[in-house]
């Protein structure tokens, strides 16, 4: 018997104002898209954000419906529009943030596991890491170099 030792490595940023002018005005890009979450049963809003190689940042907000708790989290809804709009585009940063109708949320908050895997085939598919950035209302900023790092024993095409 063998054993498998995992690490990652996750940089942890003060606030928002800590970041680079770029990463924060990502995060702000997803901040400002929060308003755009279709979330009446969870009162949890989720938006993301990518920025893609050709400069372009697009945003998605998380879609929720009466047969809850199936909806379309913020990163399937941003990535499906990127695959729609730019489908030869790779996304190089996605910053991901919340909002709760019910507490204040201080701290980051990272993709589902549906999401994480979406993600990672995004990365597998333009072979390129997507950088993560995550935060939530206020406080602390985390920021991951792949997706790999949230999600390191992926399914993987065989």
């Given at each position: 018997?063998?054993?498998?030792?995992?690490?990652?490595?996750?940089?942890v940023?003060?606030?928002?104002?800590?970041?680079?002018?770029?990463?924060?005005?990502?995060?702000?890009?997803?901040?400002?898209?929060?308003?755009?979450?279709?979330?009446?049963?969870?009162?949890?809003?989720?938006?993301?954000?990518v920025?893609?190689?050709?400069?372009?940042?697009?945003?998605?907000?998380?879609?929720?419906?009466?047969?809850?708790p199936?909806?379309?989290?913020?990163?399937?809804?941003?990535?499906?529009?990127?695959?729609?709009?730019?489908?030869?585009v790779?996304?190089?940063?996605m910053a991901?943030?919340?909002?709760?109708?019910?507490?204040?949320?201080?701290?980051?908050?990272?993709p589902?596991?549906?999401?994480?895997?979406?993600?990672?085939?995004?990365?597998?598919?333009?072979?390129?890491?997507?950088?993560?950035?995550?935060?939530?209302?206020?406080?602390?900023?985390?920021?991951?170099?792949?997706?790999?790092?949230?999600?390191?024993?992926?399914?993987?095409?065989m």
């Open positions: 018997m063998t054993e498998l030792d995992i690490n990652i490595k996750v940089r940023f003060e606030n928002i104002k800590a970041l680079t002018p770029a990463d924060a005005a990502l995060m702000q890009a997803a901040k400002v898209a929060l308003i755009n979450s279709y979330s009446p049963y969870s009162q949890f809003k989720v938006a993301a954000a920025l893609l190689e050709n400069g372009e940042i697009l945003t998605g907000t998380n879609q929720e419906n009466a047969s809850y199936v909806g379309i989290c913020a990163e399937g809804t941003v990535l499906s529009a990127v695959s729609a709009l730019y489908p030869n790779a996304v190089k940063k991901v943030t919340v909002k709760s109708g019910r507490s204040l949320v201080s701290k980051p908050v990272a589902c596991g549906i999401c994480r895997q979406r993600i990672y085939e995004y990365e597998m598919r333009f072979n390129a890491d997507i950088e993560i950035i995550m935060m939530g209302e206020e406080g602390e900023v985390y920021r991951v170099k792949s997706i790999k790092d949230l999600l390191p024993l992926a399914f993987f095409k």
